[in-house]
């Protein structure tokens, strides 16, 4: 456990170290390497990598099952030599041209096979990394519009898609990252309760959790911090993506707190409330730089996230809980409500 995080420890995606490239306009910073970007990560304060397994091994569909596990092998002595764990392995299933329509829904079963072939590569992948973590992000697993597939059906698929994985290796756990929409019109499972009940009906529920990102629950309508919470209470909340999002558009994975300081607040308090830090478990921030800024500036969007959670740390652990019981005692809602914007402003009580 990290000593200069007040108790817990950070993790992000190389993804977020990235080109700016968005749907309107191509890159406008220089390309770098996973490895570079697996240098930087110590100094800016990060000890956990998350990974998708094409991260790890590009063109993973064209590879040998010696060439992904050696170059696994190769990845995990990057990781070790930096000092660095892996957090997960994602299967990027979205990408590759078979799954446009999504991967274990599809209505193709040849390309349903796939998708469970390349999910039990991701478990190799992460075994070799020394993580039993695989996350699963239900991308493409929607529908543009709802009579394309069998919605009944697809949550069947699902289901059996994560026994496919449970079964391949009895040590490995499937984190659900619940999303409602984009790039799909609708996505199925678009909240951790809906990830929970999945998990629930696989042959092993005690291996299925979840990890929510506050700009997915955001744009499901809910509060990142009552989602965060239903995870807690079920102790299934085994990933966390901080981020921000500023109300319902596009996911903008804006650095976390830089939109909604109170939610942010809320979802660290909940966090310390839960024991999170107590757990193995990382703050995982999911944040983009924006496209505007210089390639030698463009990893501020992860300091300054993993800076404001610190703070945020700092607020939750200095409230006078004593006072908030007394206004929720008296059921003085609106002097709670001052009593927490004087707190966050630093004004005197
Ligand atoms: C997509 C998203 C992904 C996952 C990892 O919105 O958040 O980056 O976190 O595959
Ligand atoms: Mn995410």
Known sequence: MATDGM???FSFGPWNI???ADPFGPAVRGDTTVVDKLTQYKALGFDGVQLHDDDVVPELDSR???QIANTAKEMRDVLDSEGLVAEFVAPRLWEAPEGIDGAFT???????????????QAVDIAEILGTDLIVLWFAREGTYIRESKQ???AHHLLVQAINAILEYNPSIRVAIEPKPNEPMDHTYIPTIGHALALGSRTCDPSRVGGLIETAHAILAGLDPSDEMAFALAADRLWGVHLNDQNGLKFDQDKSFGSVNLRAAFNQV??????????????????VKAMRTQRTDTAIQ???????IFLMLVEKVRSLDEDALKQHVAQRDYEQLEMHILDHLMGSPA
Do not use: C, K
Not at 106 to 120: E, F, G, I, K
């Open 64 to 66: 040998s099952s010696s």
């Open 106 to 120: 599809a209505n193709d079963p040849q390309v349903r096979t796939w998708a469970l072939s390349r999910s039990r």
């Open 301 to 307: 969007h992860l300091v300054n996230s993993r800076r």
């Open 18 to 20: 990235h080109e700016g």
């Open 269 to 286: 308090r909940v966090l310390e409330q839960g024991g999170y830090a107590q757990t193995d478990r990382f703050i995982g921030v999911d």
């Open 151 to 153: 919605a009944i059906e």
């Open 7 to 9: 108790g817990y420890r």
